[in-house]
């Protein structure tokens, strides 16, 4: 009876510990829904642009969503979240443009920008304001523009497949509306990289990406991207990655993460080049030159293999890079000179002379004067006397030429 009596308070206890908790909870939630009211509300209408409306409802727990509709019909709906810190961002502005205390009419007067209406409820203060041209509260609602924007952006990437503006919306080259929030484009761009075959949104894709995502996130995300793809799409997503203007229109430390990405593929496919069908081919062709532009000098062994391999033609590729690795090239390169292969030695012969020519002149150059000085004295001491022996008594022409090419070059010295 007594261990009947023990079991009976212990789910007493148990169910009315859970009861509490649950009357907790639910205080939470009603207090939760009592403060999620409205904090600010933005609408425009009958503007000279291609929308009939838009607006933006922002609730003082963070939550809210844009609205808009086109003139062609087209309408869409998106929520989202701000965070403390977001939060703070407008209730700070707010106070900073003196909201409560904007005169009720306008001052000046402006053609085609539409009637606007901003409410804002803040700190026991409520306004609701009608206007058409209103730069003095310009902070305030250059951000609610921002967010509004987001909301439209991501609509046509959802709907339509329109990357071009999520690539405006967050890229520092490009003169157009920015975003509030760009990290929420982060998954639906992701989303679009991995379905699209249509190679310039991908790159918008993927060069947005790379102004929303931290280099190592956004190389981690391409090695998947890749790891998964077929061979054909592979291809032209590296031949594509390595190209320009993508490499040029993403920030310098995304470009530098793809070079550790290039080469890994390379490792794993060079040997296999001469199977290569030609658009294979000429995606890691592709991604050579990048490794030469980066001057990514870990690469130098293996593309000095293919070029002792004969992997692949010296003038459009690997001879364009390998000058580029300048000192880190020299030796690899002088111990191919006694190649017993003609085109090894007559590439080779070739390139060395090229170290003098490759790099940029300043302000763009990668190879400081001092490093230029030493690397004209490498050559000319431990390179010149084989070129000298090349071009006097190697049995081919073809090699005998390129030495003597390269001895004019290095004698000469550095191009200014």
């Known amino acids: 009876m007594n261990i009947k009596i023990q079991h009976s308070q212990g789910f007493l206890a148990i169910y009315f ?5 649950s009357c907790v909870l639910a205080s939470r939630q009603v207090k939760s829904e009592e403060l999620a009211e409205e904090l600010v509300f933005f609408r425009q209408e009958g ?16 939550s809210g969503a844009t609205t808009f509709e086109r003139t062609n019909k087209e309408t869409g709906s998106t929520s989202f979240h701000l965070n403390q810190h977001e939060l703070e961002t407008f209730k700070t502005l707010v106070c900073a443009v003196d909201f409560f205390s904007q005169p009720a009419k306008d001052t000046r007067m402006v053609v085609d920008v539409g009637r606007s209406i901003l409410r804002i409820s803040l700190g026991g203060k409520k306004r609701e304001l009608h206007f058409e041209f209103r730069p003095e509260i310009g902070p305030l609602t250059s951000c609610l523009w921002k967010l509004i924007h987001q909301g439209v952006i991501v609509t046509d990437l959802r709907n339509k497949g329109d990357v071009y503006p999520e690539l405006g919306g967050v890229s520092d080259l490009l003169a157009s509306a920015k975003v509030f929030q760009p990290e929420v484009l982060r998954e639906p761009l992701q989303k679009f990289v991995i379905r699209s075959n249509d190679r310039q949104k991908l790159l918008w894709a993927i060069e947005a990406l790379s102004w929303i995502t931290i280099p190592e996130e956004w190389m981690g995300f391409l090695a998947l991207e890749l790891e998964r793809s077929q061979d054909t799409r592979r291809s032209v997503l590296l031949e594509a990655l390595s190209s320009h203007p993508f490499t040029g229109n993403i920030p310098k430390t995304h470009r ?3 070079c550790p990405l290039f080469l890994r593929y390379l490792r794993l496919e060079y040997r296999n080049w001469s199977d290569f069908p030609k658009e294979k081919r000429q995606a890691y062709g592709s991604v050579i030159r990048f490794l030469g532009s980066q001057r990514y000098t870990i690469s130098t062994p293996v593309l000095v293999q293919m070029v002792e391999e004969c992997y692949t033609d010296y003038d459009s590729w690997l001879g364009w890079s390998l000058p580029h690795m300048a000192g880190e090239a020299i030796e690899p390169l002088r111990i191919l000179l006694d190649s017993p292969k003609v085109t090894v030695r007559a590439g080779a012969a070739e390139m060395l002379g090229k170290i003098l020519t490759m790099d940029q002149p300043p302000p763009n ?18 390179v010149t006397p084989h070129l000298e022996r090349l ?4 049995p081919e022409s073809w090699v005998r030429k390129a030495a003597e090419r390269s001895l004019q070059q290095i004698e000469r010295g550095w191009n200014k």
Not at 365 to 382: A, F, M, P
Not at 391 to 394: A, E, L, R, V
């Open 17 to 21: 510990c859970c009861l509490a908790v």
């Open 47 to 62: 503007a000279y642009s291609p929308y009939k409306f838009v607006q933006v409802l922002i609730r003082n727990d963070g």
């Open 256 to 258: 530098e993460m793809l």
């Open 365 to 382: 150059n990668t190879i400081s004067q001092q490093e230029r000085d030493q690397i004209l004295k490498r050559l000319r001491s431990t």
């Open 391 to 394: 071009s006097k008594h190697d």
